[in-house]
């Protein structure tokens, strides 16, 4: 079935890089998506890429999927403290008239000086 | 450009009385829509999603109902709430076949307590 995992807590030094690492089971997955929700408020669309890709980088963030073994990654560069938010990864699936999204757990970023 | 609205910000509501939660998108058009609850401290789980008017599909039986009156306005129901209905609802829009791309996008939240 339909899955999505990622560790649910990362701790880093502001200034250093954060790695937010997920792994998905649906190999039909059309796109992959990175959202960040900060305390109390909605999620918020960070990038996505499309199964075909590798690699896609966006100012400080840097995506890496690596198909073959359904992961998925998301590289923040010099991370500050207004990064300290919860991630959440999610494939989307192209199915019945619409893009269902499985979203993981989420991962707390929690960003210390 | 699209905006999504949903109220109230939060409610506290007893158990057994009912419920209403409203979301509205403007700047689109047949948009597909989605009810999401989190509860704490765990990830988002899709109650109900419509791809039209009137079309509504259930992900998990619950307690709770979902309509979409007009083709932007998707609303949240129950006739009585329970505790466990107590959490973090979330409304999102996607553009439909051609929205694939850019995913969903979210209200702000509905945080819901039940006492």
């Known amino acids: 079935g339909e899955d999505v995992e990622q560790s649910l807590f990362l701790s880093v030094r502001e200034g250093d890089s954060s790695v937010i690492n997920c792994t998905y089971t649906d190999s039909s997955s059309t796109y992959l998506y990175w959202y960040k929700q900060e305390p109390g408020a909605g999620l918020q669309l960070l990038t996505y890429?499309?199964?075909?890709?590798d690699m896609k980088q966006d100012q400080r963030l840097t995506v890496l999927l690596n198909k073959k073994d359904k992961h998925l990654s998301l590289r923040i560069a010099d991370t500050q403290t207004g990064d300290s938010a919860i991630y959440f990864c999610a494939e989307g699936t192209f199915s019945g008239g619409y893009n269902k999204l499985i979203f993981g757990a989420g991962t707390r970023l929690a960003v210390h000086p | 450009s699209q905006t999504i609205h949903q109220w109230p910000a939060t409610l506290v509501q007893p158990v057994g009385s009912p419920l209403s939660l409203e979301c509205t998108v403007e700047g689109t058009s047949n948009p597909n829509l989605y009810w999401y609850r989190q509860a704490a401290g765990r990830g988002l789980q899709l109650l109900f999603y419509?791809?039209?008017?009137?079309?509504i599909s259930s992900e998990v039986p619950q307690n709770l109902s979902a309509s979409r009156p007009q083709d932007r306005q998707f609303i949240l129901s129950s006739k009585k709430l329970l505790l466990s209905d107590s959490g973090f609802y979330l409304c999102?829009?996607?553009?439909?076949?051609?929205?694939?791309?850019?995913?969903?996008?979210f209200g702000s939240g509905t945080r819901l307590t039940v006492v």
């Open positions: 999102a829009w996607s553009g439909g076949p051609t929205g694939a791309d850019y995913g969903y996008t």
């Open positions: 890429i499309f199964s075909n890709m």
């Open positions: 419509s791809v039209g008017i009137g079309q």
